[in-house]
């Protein structure tokens, strides 16, 4: 059975700071992995996918990385802005033809002006 | 907007009547997933469509669930006899064969009360 986790459950930054939030994984034969962002009662927001055959991936302030060897994937967040304050999700696919997604718990992100 | 569309948003309803949410995936997306997700958890495999088949359903679909997708278009999720416990948030996703990124939409909440 697949299982992510996330680590922290919640983080609260300064303004301006540079972070990095984690999600570990069971699953070592992992297909992809995908961050996404979640406001207050929304839906979720794809944020950046990571294939099995890539290393990392880059969005304008964001930058994910996966590790399958050691089961890990970050996801980096420079100068942070009070508007990146929401929860993070990171998911990992299943490659079985459903390619349905395990969601880790979150990382509910709070960034101080 | 993801473009992605359920609805309603939002459903209060007794213990014991039925309710039925619908999803409309974005145009020409074969694959449809209904996820659930409770609150300070990440969302839950419920079941997927690949155009009008259903293909996989988690054990977490009891006999009161049941989905369809006629026409391989929109998607109705039912839930009958409603319990507490199935108060949650009902998120629909789409996605295209071929084209990496998911789709989800703002979710539909249900209280049981």
């Known amino acids: 059975k697949q299982e992510v986790t996330q680590i922290p459950a919640a983080l609260s930054v300064p303004e301006g700071e540079n972070l990095v939030l984690n999600c570990s994984f069971t699953?070592?034969?992992?297909?992809?992995l995908q961050w996404f962002r979640q406001d207050p009662g929304k839906g979720l927001t794809s944020l950046l996918l990571i294939q099995s055959s890539q290393r990392e991936q880059t969005s304008g302030r964001l930058n994910a990385s996966l590790d399958k060897s050691s089961g890990r994937s970050t996801l980096y967040i420079a100068a942070s802005q009070p508007g990146d304050s929401a929860t993070y999700l990171c998911a990992q696919y299943s490659g079985a033809g459903s390619y349905q997604l395990t969601f880790g718990k979150g990382t509910k992100l709070s960034v101080i002006p | 907007d993801t473009g992605v569309s359920q609805d309603p948003r939002h459903k209060i309803t007794k213990r014991g009547q039925n309710v039925t949410f619908r999803c409309d995936p974005i145009?020409?997306?074969?694959?449809l997933y209904w996820y659930r997700q409770t609150l300070g958890q990440g969302p839950e495999f419920l079941t997927y469509f690949q155009n009008e088949a259903q293909l996989e359903k988690s054990r977490l679909l009891s006999d009161r669930f049941s989905a369809e997708r006629p026409k391989g278009s929109f998607s109705t999720l039912e839930i009958q006899r409603t319990e507490q416990g199935d108060s949650a948030m009902y998120l629909c996703?789409?996605?295209?064969?071929?084209?990496?990124?998911?789709?989800f939409g703002e979710g539909s909440w249900l209280t049981v009360v």
């Open positions: 699953d070592s034969a992992i297909y992809n």
């Open positions: 996703a789409s996605w295209r064969i071929g084209i990496d990124t998911i789709y």
């Open positions: 145009s020409e997306h074969n694959r």
